[in-house]
């Protein structure tokens, strides 16, 4: 009785493949990349002739890209064994170190590194290649957007191409290219909070350091006053060094060799060397208004600048792409309210690009704080991060755009029974108690803990997140097995063909075996009801991207197919106590 997953959906007869992706970048391969996972065909466009081979672009891919690339293509360790990963950091303040430290490369538990260095250009060879081995996807080089007209039904898309002018027609069109492009400037999407042009050089050098898993940070360095210097290593023996340039200062004059052997060995000291990339670049820190506009969607940087150096936007690009692609595949098999789904897009991503602009912002003030006191508190800082661990674990340094928690979706739904005045009696103290923790969360719009359990009825192991990308996930924690068993076999009837996963958890020994295609779980020491924080019959609702979309404290499990249908765009009485979703007003800025 478990329905069908998302990729097993046919399309609607409204619906006409394929969808246009604008950019063979990290983000727009990406995209390509859960496209297909869902079986949804895309042509990638792309006015160059090639993967970026001359890109000298960085992208620190953290743990929750890697994850998401390897959903959708058991491709992480593949990507993890072309990248490096940093196993220490080194933090020095103008002529002293101020500390050296190891980094852990894991989290506990975790197949993927916290962090992973590796250059766009190998990133974005390893996604054509995962591309032509799973399909789905055409990429068309030497193709540029030149205009495009978009109605109710599709946008018509004109292509300029070496054969001449190419007219084609999609039901969406996603941009993950830069601004200035076609698309933003036909729309007016300039990028808001746009921060002052700030220049930096690069350069990748081939050379023998003695700890090559090192990243360096170094402040207000003699041969670079004022600004910060930073060094990432990469595989084969190269280093990426990435110097702040002073405003005004010549690109021309600091490129020169004399120069550059200058940089080079007060950072370096006398050790043999070879310069092999080298590159000026500005980097603004921005977001556009809206990342919907009917029939057009932007991700990755076309719809925000969030690096912190100008590296790539893979990071924040990917969890755009995590976001979007599995209400696409909701759309396309007529499963979801289109406009209402897809409108949640916005909202939810632009609102972590906002926070993580913030974030950013904040962190650059630190590391190149104005003259005056804003100065003297950062220099204050970094001298005590020397004897003070704590001072140290405080100091941002990296990309910071990784999960976010999601607010004020109308597709979400709280209990707001726990919000008005305590429409629960009758509870004992133990009761009251469990209330309490499941106020905390985790609340809808965060990541639902992954953990596993053992199966009921065989004893193997069962990781409750493990059908998550493939449809909604249904976690039903109670001791009356036979009573959710009853409701759940009737709820595929009534929900029309969404794809759901349901687990029901237990802590005692069920006297019935699983049926239907229910999996029971025995959760005997609580694991799950702890990271839960869960009551005696406590219902979540998990989306695809692994977002909790619904919970409730008290269930008899009867509101699942108005959950499910709210989650998906409908506007529904989504309690049985007939509480009413709250209007939520929102505006283009949020």
Same mark, same amino acid.
């Given at each position: 009785?478990?329905?069908?997953?998302?990729?097993?959906?046919?399309?609607?007869?409204?619906?006409?493949?394929?969808?246009?992706?604008?950019?063979?970048?990290?983000?727009?391969?990406?995209?390509?990349?859960?496209? %297909?996972?869902?079986?949804?065909?895309?042509?990638?466009?792309?006015?160059?002739?090639?993967?970026s081979l001359e890109s000298n672009q960085l992208a620190l891919?953290?743990?929750?890209?890697?994850?998401?690339?390897?959903?959708?293509?058991?491709?992480?360790? =593949?990507?993890?064994?072309?990248?490096?990963?940093?196993?220490? &950091?080194?933090?020095?303040?103008? @002529?002293?170190?101020?500390?050296? *430290?190891?980094?852990?490369?894991? &989290?506990?538990?975790?197949?993927?590194?916290?962090?992973?260095?590796?250059?766009?250009?190998?990133?974005?060879?390893?996604? +054509?290649?995962?591309?032509?081995?799973?399909?789905?996807?055409?990429?068309?080089?030497?193709?540029?957007?030149?205009?495009?007209?978009?109605?109710?039904?599709?946008?018509?898309?004109?292509?300029?191409?070496?054969?001449?002018?190419?007219?084609?027609?999609?039901?969406?069109?996603?941009?993950?290219?830069?601004?200035?492009?076609?698309?933003?400037?036909?729309?007016?999407?300039?990028?808001?909070?746009?921060?002052?042009?700030?220049?930096?050089?690069?350069?990748? #050098?081939?050379?023998?350091?003695?700890?090559?898993?090192?990243?360096?940070?170094?402040?207000?360095?003699?041969?670079?006053?004022?600004?910060?210097?930073?060094?990432?290593?990469?595989?084969?023996?190269?280093?990426?060094?990435?110097? =702040? +340039?002073?405003?005004? &200062?010549?690109?021309?004059?600091?490129?020169?060799?004399? %120069?550059?052997?200058?940089?080079?060995?007060?950072?370096?000291?006398?050790?043999?060397?070879?310069?092999? %990339?080298?590159?000026?670049?500005?980097?603004?820190?921005?977001?556009?208004?809206?990342?919907?506009?009917?029939?057009?969607?932007?991700?990755?940087?076309?719809?925000?600048s969030l690096s912190l150096f100008g590296a790539s936007e893979?990071?924040?690009? *990917?969890?755009?792409?995590?976001?979007?692609?599995?209400?696409?595949?909701?759309?396309?098999?007529?499963?979801?309210?289109?406009?209402?789904?897809?409108?949640?897009?916005?909202?939810?991503?632009?609102?972590?690009?906002?926070?993580?602009?913030?974030?950013?912002?904040?962190?650059?003030?630190?590391?190149?704080?104005?003259?005056?006191?804003?100065?003297?508190?950062?220099?204050?800082?970094?001298?005590?991060?020397?004897?003070?661990?704590? #001072?140290?674990?405080?100091?941002?340094?990296?990309?910071?755009?990784?999960?976010?928690?999601?607010?004020?979706?109308?597709?979400?739904?709280?209990?707001?029974?726990?919000?008005?005045?305590?429409?629960?009696?009758?509870?004992?103290? &133990?009761?009251?108690?469990?209330?309490?923790?499941?106020?905390?969360?985790?609340?809808?719009?965060?990541?639902?803990?992954?953990?596993?359990?053992?199966?009921?009825?065989?004893?193997?192991?069962?990781?409750?997140?493990?059908?998550?990308? =493939?449809?909604?996930?249904?976690?039903?924690?109670?001791?009356?097995?036979?009573?959710?068993?009853?409701? +759940?076999? =009737?709820?595929?009837?009534?929900?029309?063909?969404?794809?759901?996963?349901?687990?029901?958890?237990?802590?005692?020994?069920?006297?019935?075996?699983?049926?239907?295609? #229910?999996?029971?779980?025995?959760?005997?020491?609580? @694991?799950a009801a702890s990271a839960y924080n869960a009551g005696p019959?406590?219902?979540?609702?998990?989306?695809?991207?692994?977002? #909790?979309?619904?919970?409730?404290?008290?269930?008899?499990?009867?509101?699942?197919?108005?959950?499910?249908?709210?989650?998906?765009?409908?506007?529904?009485?989504?309690?049985?106590?007939?509480?009413?979703?709250?209007?939520?007003?929102?505006?283009?800025?949020?």
């Open positions: 009785m478990v329905s069908q997953d998302l990729a097993q959906l046919s399309a609607a007869t409204h619906w006409h493949d394929p969808i246009i992706i604008v950019g063979a970048n990290p983000v727009g391969l990406m995209t390509a990349l859960g496209l %297909a996972y869902y079986r949804i065909p895309s042509v990638v466009v792309e006015d160059g002739s090639g993967t891919l953290n743990q929750s890209t890697l994850a998401i690339l390897d959903t959708w293509s058991q491709s992480g360790q =593949q990507i993890v064994a072309n990248g490096l990963i940093p196993t220490g &950091e080194r933090v020095l303040f103008r @002529k002293s170190q101020l500390y050296r *430290a190891p980094l852990a490369a894991y &989290e506990p538990g975790m197949p993927y590194p916290r962090l992973l260095n590796i250059h766009q250009a190998t990133l974005e060879h390893l996604l +054509l290649q995962i591309l032509q081995r799973v399909g789905g996807c055409q990429v068309l080089w030497q193709h540029s957007v030149r205009g495009m007209v978009q109605d109710h039904e599709g946008v018509n898309i004109e292509l300029a191409t070496p054969g001449g002018n190419k007219y084609v027609r999609a039901p969406y069109l996603l941009v993950t290219n830069g601004p200035p492009t076609p698309m933003h400037n036909a729309l007016g999407m300039n990028h808001t909070g746009t921060t002052p042009d700030q220049r930096f050089l690069s350069l990748d #050098i081939l050379t023998k350091l003695d700890n090559p898993h090192e990243r360096w940070y170094w402040f207000d360095a003699p041969f670079n006053p004022g600004y910060i210097t930073q060094l990432h290593p990469l595989p084969d023996g190269i280093v990426r060094v990435v110097y =702040q +340039l002073r405003p005004g &200062e010549d690109p021309a004059a600091v490129g020169r060799p004399d %120069a550059l052997q200058q940089r080079i060995v007060n950072m370096l000291g006398q050790r043999s060397y070879e310069v092999i %990339a080298l590159n000026t670049h500005s980097c603004q820190r921005s977001v556009i208004a809206q990342f919907k506009h009917g029939r057009l969607l932007f991700l990755g940087s076309a719809a925000h893979a990071n924040s690009g *990917a969890q755009d792409a995590w976001n979007l692609v599995w209400k696409l595949a909701l759309v396309r098999a007529g499963l979801a309210m289109e406009e209402s789904l897809l409108d949640t897009y916005h909202i939810e991503r632009h609102a972590a690009a906002a926070a993580y602009l913030e974030s950013t912002n904040e962190t650059m003030s630190f590391l190149t704080p104005p003259r005056g006191l804003a100065e003297w508190k950062r220099n204050t800082t970094l001298r005590l991060s020397q004897p003070f661990k704590v #001072i140290r674990n405080s100091i941002q340094l990296v990309d910071g755009s990784g999960s976010y928690t999601y607010k004020n979706s109308p597709i979400f739904s709280d209990d707001h029974r726990l919000y008005l005045g305590g429409r629960f009696t009758e509870l004992s103290d &133990e009761q009251s108690a469990t209330l309490k923790r499941f106020r905390l969360g985790p609340q809808v719009g965060t990541l639902a803990p992954s953990l596993t359990l053992p199966n009921a009825d065989t004893g193997t192991p069962v990781s409750l997140l493990a059908r998550s990308a =493939q449809g909604f996930v249904i976690l039903c924690f109670t001791a009356d097995v036979e009573m959710a068993m009853a409701v +759940l076999q =009737q709820v595929p009837v009534q929900i029309s063909g969404v794809p759901i996963s349901f687990l029901v958890i237990t802590p005692v020994m069920p006297a019935v075996s699983a049926e239907g295609g #229910i999996t029971i779980v025995l959760d005997a020491d609580h @694991k019959r406590s219902l979540y609702l998990i989306r695809p991207d692994r977002v #909790i979309a619904a919970r409730r404290f008290d269930s008899d499990f009867n509101d699942i197919p108005a959950l499910l249908r709210h989650s998906v765009g409908e506007d529904v009485v989504d309690t049985r106590s007939r509480i009413r979703r709250p209007e939520t007003k929102l505006s283009a800025s949020q």
